[in-house]
Structures are given as C-alpha cells and as structure tokens.
C-alpha cells in the first residue's frame, strides 16, 4: 500500500532514538500517521515543523498499519513566522485543532484548501479575520455549522448582531433586545459588511471558540489549545488598553 500527497504537518512526536511519529492533514487522505525514520535529526527537525507544507509519500505492507512517511519540504510557513508571536499561536492552534477535531484517514478536501489559505494569510495584516472564518468553517466541516445568514426570530437578513448559544443562529439587533445579555456577539465582518477591528476579531474568536469548545472539546475532556487562548488573552489585554494594532 502506497500513495503520494501534499500534506500540512500537524505533529510530530519522537518514536525510539531517532525517529518521529508524524501527523498530517492531506488533501485527499484526510488526516494521516506515519513513522519518519531519522525524524529527529537537524535537518529533519526543520521539515517537520507544524504547519509546514510537504509532499508525503506513505507505505505499508497492510493498509490498517501505521505506515512510513517519506517527506520532503514544499513551502516553511515556521520559519517566516518565528520573530512574529501572535501569527506563530495562530498557526500553532490551526494545527493543534486539526489533530484533535478530526478523524483519521477521512477525506476533507475543502478543509485542506481553507486551512492552507488560512496559513497563507498569516502573512497579511487581516490574517486574524482569516482565523475566525477558519475556526467557523472548521465548525461546519464536523457537523455543526452556525447559521449566520437570517435572523432566527424575524427571518430577516438585516442587522444580524447576535448568535443564540442554544441553536447556533443569528439573531437581528432588535429581535434580540429582551434576551441580549444571554447571547453571543456577531462581528458583522462575519456577514460581509465592514472590516473586522481587533474588538471585532475578539467577538469572533470568542463566538467560534464557544461551539468549538461545547461540540468537541468539551465531549472529549479536552480544553481548547493553551495557545489559542494565550492569543485571545493578548487581543484582550490590548483591548483594555485603548486603540492598537493586533502585532502592536
């Protein structure tokens, strides 16, 4: 059993003296292990940095066993991002996330393209409104998509600004007014009107990170990365301290 694929590097953790058992998200394998023999090496180490882009070739006597990973380095999205903190967490938790969130050897072409622009942006000043999409999206591929499009009470489209925390949809300004302090925020760059501010982008990661945290972190015993929230923490505290930019 043999196959070849571009893949996005989400783990790698040491097997043996030298080797690595390496994880990553494929474009038409889904998400796949494997042992990288001399993994631990120097030059390895390099390649096999989470979030980097690679060419994978997988082989095994028997598809049900783990396999090894021949890889070779397509594009170092790491390395470009180390001097630039908050862009580092945000890969860090793209990467963490998909190795929780998913299954294995299950296909998710459209999650592969999301995520692969998702990491691209993070060289772009609206790389934090990518995020967001990204964690909403993310939603929706496992199942539990929010309906962001019509208010859940009036069925209008206009001035949707709030998201009900029991059915995940959108709620217009004025049908929300008796039930406000119970709902979420809804950036409006969400709805494709207006540019996303850090106020904004805090609003986002917050919303997405409810679900994500209720639907499948929560079910599993888990808690959402510590870089995600180190990241949300961040957004906040320069918040609290007046006008700034997100790498401020």
Known sequence: MDWTDQGIVLSARRHGESSVILTVLTETHGRYSGVVRGGQSRRNRGV???????????????????????????????????????RLA???????????????????????????????????????????VWEIGLLG?????LDLYCCAVTGTT??????????????SRSAAEPWRDRLLALPSFLTGNGKAGLGDIIDGLTLSGYFLERHVYQPQGLRLPDSRERLLEGMRRKFREGPAKLDD
């Open 90 to 132: 945000a890969l860090n938790t793209v990467c963490r996330m998909l190795d929780v969130c998913l299954a294995e050897r299950e296909a998710h072409p459209a999650l592969f393209a999301a995520t692969v622009a998702a990491i691209e942006a993070l060289d772009h000043d609206d790389w934090a409104a990518h995020l967001v």
């Open 158 to 171: 206009d001035d949707l600004a709030y998201v009900s925390p029991r059915s995940g949809r959108a709620v």
């Open 48 to 86: 096999l940095e989470q979030g980097n882009l690679v060419s994978a070739v997988w082989r095994a006597r028997l598809e049900e066993h783990l396999g090894n990973f021949t890889i070779e380095l397509l594009t170092a999205h790491a390395a470009r991002l180390l001097d630039r903190a908050d």
């Open 141 to 145: 591929e496992l199942g539990f998509g």
